[in-house]
């Protein structure tokens, strides 16, 4: 089920060093779990707890990763989900699930000893989505239920909870959900400058035999506009042009190459949905 699934993702190992360019939405985050670690003090100083954090932009720009990095940096049991599995045809499925969620998350650091617990939902749009014409959703019991949970986290009880939440479409999301004390830190994961392409195309050359003439800062210079999960398929679409050739090494034409397919499969794609 949902929940054996998630059972078996087990703590996170993903560091922040392993996600490229993104020097400040790495920064902005980390900021924000140093505080959020600061739990007397936050007590004492009557602070409201930080329970949300928004993680916004295209695809394929590390949010999730980035979501991983945090709950490796503050020690937490991660448990991740998506917007869409809580669409049920059925009246209060979805907010069932929203409560196991938060439950599951419980228990899994009170068994596992941790004091903080990260809960990801990736695609929050889709639940927490604005309803046509602007009119408010507060009814919507989905998205209501998130928001009761979200609003019965306190900064006194361990396991803490926070809630990270990853979106596409930030413009879509029902206010209710970005109020304070809610998602009310917004966090920016745009698509990598060319040294961030650069530092991304590096991380994922490192299991690679790359050829010593390779520059990949010309790849970098190449890959204008490009996600990191478009870089990804780059070095892996590379390393299967020189593994074709029955070559010892990967040459720079082959990521070339692999730049070309990249674009054209992501055109071909936005073509076969028009
Ligand atoms: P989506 O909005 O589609 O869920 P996302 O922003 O959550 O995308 P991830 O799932 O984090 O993106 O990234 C997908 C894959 O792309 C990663 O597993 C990784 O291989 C690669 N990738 C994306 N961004 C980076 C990055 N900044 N550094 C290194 N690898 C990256």
Known sequence: SQEKKRK??????????????????????????????RHEEIQKFGIRPLKGIL??????TGKTLMAKAAAHYTKSVFIAASGSEFV????????????????????????????????????IDVIGG??????QREYDQTLNQLLTEMDGIYSSDAPRILVIAATNRKEML??????????????????PDKKGRKHIL??????????????????ADESYGFSGAQLESVMNE??????????????QRHLSMAIDKVMLGEKTDRESND
């Open 238 to 251: 590379g390393a299967i042009y020189a593994m074709r050739e029955n070559m010892n090494l990967i040459e």
């Open 88 to 123: 049920e045809m059925y009246v209060g499925v979805g907010a069932g699930r929203i409560r196991d969620l938060f439950k599951d998350a419980r228990t899994r650091a009170i068994k596992e000893k941790k004091e903080n617990a990260i809960i990801f939902i990736d695609e």
């Open 55 to 60: 993680l916004t932009g295209p695809p394929g």
């Open 174 to 191: 029902d206010s209710a959900l970005l109020r304070p004390g809610r998602f009310d830190r917004h966090i920016e994961v745009d698509l």
């Open 8 to 37: 078996k993702e087990g703590p996170s190992k993903l560091t922040f060093e392993q996600i490229g360019g993104q020097d400040s939405a790495k920064q902005e985050l980390r900021e924000a779990l140093d505080f959020m670690v």
């Open 130 to 135: 604005k309803r046509e014409g602007g009119q």
């Open 202 to 219: 590096e991380l994922h050359a490192k299991n690679k035999p790359l050829h010593a003439e390779v520059v990949l800062d010309k790849i």
